[in-house]
């Protein structure tokens, strides 16, 4: 396995991943931010020091860099990120996760997701079958269309 991802270019050690280096990687991540409160701030620093790849990696996100926040539901909002992705999955790879911002205005801290709440899926809700988002009203993409071919001959 040594060798796959290649050699770091600062230390000389093999990847444990594509483009990420576990000696000097890390590190970098918790370098150069503050969310200006120290729990969080190492919170997010012991994901970082953990983190075995760089989709791995959690940031803080300043709020200044999402636009388009608009609320969709009781504590559930919505926005475009300006600059770029990070992803983190939990166990059952269900949401990705970026990081965590804080509003400037009211100084509530908010955990930025993926679409997984997206405006489509809490309008047509959740397939208990296949625990997907339905597409539509009656209909799930992913297990309806073999319901409609069972019993045919």
Not at 6 to 12: L, Q
Request: net charge negative; charged share 25%; proline share 2%.
């Amino acid at each position: 396995m040594d060798g796959l991802y290649g050699k770091c270019a600062k230390c000389s050690r093999y990847n444990t991943s594509f483009a990420w280096c576990q000696s000097c990687d890390p590190f970098k991540t918790t370098q150069g931010w503050t969310s200006g409160d120290n729990d969080i701030d190492n919170c997010i620093k012991e994901f970082q020091l953990k983190s075995t790849s760089y989709e791995s990696v959690i940031e803080w996100i300043p709020f200044d860099r999402l636009y388009n926040v608009h609320k969709i539901e009781e504590s559930k909002f919505q926005a475009q990120w300006l600059d770029g992705v990070r992803k983190i999955k939990n166990k059952d790879e269900k949401h990705t996760l970026y990081g965590i911002t804080q509003d400037t205005i009211t100084g509530q801290y908010m955990v930025v997701f993926d679409d997984f709440y997206s405006i489509r899926n809490i309008i047509y809700g959740y397939c208990t079958q296949c625990e997907g988002f339905d597409t539509s009203e009656a209909w799930c993409q992913s297990c309806d269309p073999f319901k409609t071919t069972q019993g045919w001959t």
